[in-house]
């Protein structure tokens, strides 16, 4: 299937056309041609901004990690102390951002296993970055009697898990918008972890 060109130019370019062309065809399945043809550049001046291929995928995930964390931490230093609040803070920025960013986080959770050794370490450490905020708020909820789970460590990946599975399917012409997923989403994690409340 052809990807259309994206013509933004410059580095930017380069990683539109190719966050295009790896979600559609998939990460080996895309060539520097590929990315190229939809960059509307030729192969010579991808090499001026990326020595390879895989740069480009290492620079779209560790870029795509890092903001959804930035996101996260922002909303979660913005919730207060309860746990409760600071769950729902972390799943509504964690669905809204798997819905807006949705070829991105595409990418981020299917693409993993392409990457070479170092780009991997430094994409896991990221990952295991943001579980750890999933993880220290469960984990206190449960503490305080807020969250009733038993599994804390499983819920927390179970709730992470939803956003990665939502950024597969989702269609904002489906009716349902960002904001109303994350909202949904957020009763279905308070639900994941017991919360009193919730019960």
């Known amino acids: 299937m052809a990807v259309t060109a994206t013509r933004v130019g410059g580095r930017a370019g380069v990683l539109g056309a190719a966050i295009d062309n790896f979600t559609t065809l998939g990460y080996h399945g895309t060539s520097m041609r590929d990315i190229a043809r939809s960059a509307s550049m030729t192969v010579a001046s991808i090499y001026h901004y990326f020595p390879s291929k895989q740069e480009i995928l290492q620079e779209i995930m560790v870029s795509t990690m890092n903001d959804v ?3 996260t931490r922002a909303e979660l ?3 207060g102390s309860d746990p409760a609040e600071q769950l729902e803070a972390l799943v509504h920025a964690w669905i809204l951002f798997h819905t807006s960013r949705q070829a991105e986080a595409l990418i981020g959770s299917s693409e993993l296993r392409s990457l070479e050794p170092d780009g991997r370490a430094v994409v896991v450490r990221l990952r295991d970055e943001q579980e750890r905020m999933f993880r220290d708020v469960i984990r206190r909820g449960v503490e305080l009697g807020v969250f ?4 804390p460590r499983d819920a927390a990946r179970a709730v992470i898990n939803m956003g990665y599975s939502v950024a597969t ?4 012409g489906g009716g349902v918008s960002p904001e109303e997923m994350a909202h949904r989403y957020v009763d279905i994690a308070l639900g994941v972890v ?3 409340d919730a019960a």
């Open 69 to 71: 964390i930035a996101l």
């Open 77 to 79: 230093l913005s919730a």
């Open 148 to 151: 009733r789970t038993a599994y």
């Open 169 to 172: 399917w989702y269609h904002e």
């Open 194 to 196: 017991h919360a009193v």
